[in-house]
C-alpha cells in the first residue's frame, strides 16, 4: 500500500487496478492496487487452507470489534480516527490467547482476558487522561448488571485540562455488555438500530473556567440480571463539549471530546 506525499490530491476513486481513498485520521490519500488469487480459488483450493483458516478468525475477530463497537455506542462518536483496526487487532490477540480450539476455530474470549481491554482510547490527538488528570473510581455490581462511577472534584488547571476554548463541559458515561465468542447482549429498541444495553448518565453542562464538586454517575441495565460468568461489562467515559443549539439549548458540538473504556468486569 503506498500513500500520496501531496496534501493537495483530491482525487478518489478507481482507475484500473489502483483505488485511491481516504482514511478518517490521515491526512494524505491511500493508494491500493488490485489484484491476488481469484474468490474461487481461495475458498476451494487445498494450496490455500491456511489462508481460510486465517480469514475465518480475522473475520471472527472484527465480528469481536464490532461488538465492543457497540458496546461504546454513547461515546464513540467522541473519537477522533477510525478506531476498528486497532479493536480488530486487539481481538486478534486475545483469539490467540485461547488454546481451547485449533487455528480456524479459536474465539475471543473476553471473561479470561477482558482486562486487556481497560484504558481503551478512542483518540489519538487529545487522549481522556490528559484532559482529566485524575483517576476515576469504578465500582461494578455484576449482580445487578450496574456501575458507579465517582467523579472527583476537578480544578481547572490543576487535575481538568481541556484544550477546546469553548466554555461548557460534561462528562458522560455508558454501560454495555459483551459475550464470549461472537456477539452483543443488547436490547435492540428499534429495528435497524444499534441496540442498546444501558442509559448513558451525565453530569450537568458545566463552565470550563470553574471548579467543580464531585460527582457520582450510576446506570444500570433495563431488565436488572445476575450475569453468567461468560458475559463482560464494559464501562465507557467519555467528554462532550457543548455549544448552543438552535432553541438555545446546549448540545454536544461534533468533532470535540475523547472517551475511553474506564474498566470492565
Not at 116 to 145: Q, Y
Not at 245 to 253: F, L
Request: aromatic share 8%; net charge positive.
Amino acid at each position: 500500500m503506498a500513500k500520496f506525499d501531496n496534501k493537495t490530491f483530491e482525487i478518489t476513486g478507481t482507475f484500473g487496478k489502483i483505488s485511491v481513498y481516504k482514511m478518517r485520521g490521515i491526512e494524505r490519500p491511500i493508494v491500493r492496487t488490485k489484484g491476488g488469487a481469484s474468490r474461487e480459488k481461495i475458498n476451494k483450493s487445498p494450496r490455500f487452507a491456511l489462508t481460510r483458516m486465517n480469514n475465518q478468525e480475522f473475520g471472527d475477530a472484527s465480528s469481536a470489534a464490532s461488538a465492543i463497537r457497540l458496546a461504546l455506542l454513547h461515546v464513540r462518536h467522541l473519537s477522533d480516527y477510525n478506531f476498528s483496526p486497532r479493536l480488530s487487532g486487539m481481538c486478534r490477540k486475545i483469539m490467540k490467547l485461547d488454546e481451547s480450539h485449533p487455528l480456524g476455530y479459536r474465539e475471543v474470549i473476553f471473561s479470561k482476558h477482558r482486562h486487556l481491554l481497560d484504558g481503551f482510547s478512542l483518540n489519538k490527538t487529545t487522549l481522556f487522561d490528559s484532559v482529566m488528570r485524575h483517576p476515576l473510581a469504578c465500582n461494578i455490581d455484576r449482580e445487578n448488571c450496574a456501575v458507579t462511577v465517582n467523579i472527583p472534584p476537578l480544578a481547572p488547571d490543576f487535575n481538568l485540562f481541556l484544550p477546546w476554548k469553548l466554555s461548557m463541559y460534561r462528562i458522560v458515561v455508558g454501560l454495555g455488555i459483551l459475550s464470549d465468542g461472537i456477539g452483543y447482549g443488547g436490547v435492540s429498541t428499534q429495528g435497524g438500530k444499534d441496540p442498546i444495553y444501558a442509559q448513558p448518565v451525565y453530569t450537568p453542562w458545566l463552565i470550563n473556567i470553574q471548579p467543580q464538586e464531585n460527582f457520582t454517575l450510576t446506570t444500570q441495565a433495563g431488565k436488572p440480571k445476575k450475569l453468567a460468568a461468560s458475559q463482560t461489562l464494559l464501562v465507557s467515559v467519555g467528554v462532550e463539549i457543548g455549544v448552543p443549539g438552535i432553541g438555545g439549548e446546549i448540545v454536544p458540538a461534533k468533532h470535540m471530546g475523547c472517551a475511553k473504556i474506564l474498566m470492565t468486569g
